[in-house]
């Protein structure tokens, strides 16, 4: 973890602001969706009942395998407080669909084809920026995985920052507001 900086009510790992990142789907095949490794990605409590709603809308892109998954075991797993994705085998997420052999999210489909009003789960679109903890407060900070060595090397190429890349997740979350001024931070730290 690099130094932490405070925005509004919100603390930020540095690293944030020094990572280039550019998602690149045609080399990691949309790997984000299918991590081995146990439990899916993390859930907002609030976002339950929207993402057990999405099955509705999401059914069609999926395979009959989730469809089974989903009625025996559900759309999450934990406790309150602690949910997560449910995974099949611990490893790929219930809403994954396969489209030319990459893993994409089935309920992000639907909401790009104006059938849903819920996009996806907030940790997958700020992906790799992760939400915690840091004593009572909330921290965002940089989560590296191998698998995404690819939108490092692209982002350099490219020249976009992790903030660009996941700006749309950061509005739908903090608003413009903590936007705009984490990209004048990172600024400042380019300059």
Same mark, same amino acid.
């Given at each position: 973890?690099?130094?932490?900086?405070?925005?509004?009510?919100?603390?930020?790992?540095?690293?944030?602001?020094?990572?280039?990142?550019?998602?690149?789907?045609? &080399? !990691?095949?949309?790997? !984000?969706?299918?991590?081995?490794?146990?439990?899916?990605?993390?859930?907002?409590?609030?976002?339950?009942?929207?993402?057990?709603?999405?099955?509705?809308?999401? #059914?069609?892109?999926?395979?009959?395998?989730? $469809? @089974?998954?989903? +009625?025996? #075991?559900?759309?999450? =797993?934990?406790?309150?407080?602690?949910?997560?994705?449910?995974?099949?085998?611990?490893?790929? !997420?219930?809403? *994954?669909?396969? =489209?030319?052999?990459?893993? &994409? !999210?089935?309920?992000? &489909?639907?909401?790009?084809?104006? =059938?849903?009003?819920?996009?996806?789960?907030?940790?997958?679109?700020?992906?790799?920026?992760?939400?915690?903890?840091?004593? /009572? =407060?909330?921290? $965002?900070?940089?989560? @590296?995985?191998? +698998?995404?060595?690819?939108?490092?090397?692209?982002? +350099? /190429? +490219?020249?976009?920052?992790?903030?660009?890349?996941?700006?749309?997740? $950061?509005?739908?979350?903090?608003? /413009?507001? *903590?936007? #705009?001024? $984490?990209?004048?931070?990172?600024? &400042?730290?380019?300059?």
């Amino acid at each position: 973890m690099g130094t932490i900086i405070k925005i509004d009510d919100i603390l930020i790992d540095s690293k944030i602001f020094e990572v280039k990142f550019a998602c690149d789907l045609d &080399k !990691c095949r949309g790997a !984000c969706c299918t991590f081995p490794g146990g439990r899916g990605a993390p859930l907002k409590d609030s976002e339950l009942i929207d993402l057990e709603n999405s099955v509705k809308v999401a #059914r069609k892109y999926l395979s009959n395998r989730s $469809l @089974k998954y989903i +009625e025996k #075991r559900g759309v999450a =797993e934990g406790p309150a407080g602690n949910l997560a994705l449910s995974c099949i085998n611990k490893k790929e !997420c219930i809403f *994954v669909f396969f =489209e030319v052999g990459i893993a &994409k !999210c089935s309920i992000d &489909k639907a909401w790009q084809e104006g =059938e849903s009003d819920f996009r996806k789960p907030i940790s997958c679109h700020l992906f790799p920026i992760r939400e915690g903890k840091f004593g /009572n =407060e909330r921290l $965002l900070f940089y989560d @590296k995985f191998s +698998e995404c060595e690819e939108a490092l090397l692209k982002g +350099e /190429n +490219e020249n976009i920052d992790l903030i660009n890349c996941t700006q749309e997740g $950061l509005q739908r979350e903090y608003g /413009n507001g *903590v936007v #705009r001024k $984490l990209k004048l931070v990172s600024k &400042k730290i380019r300059d």
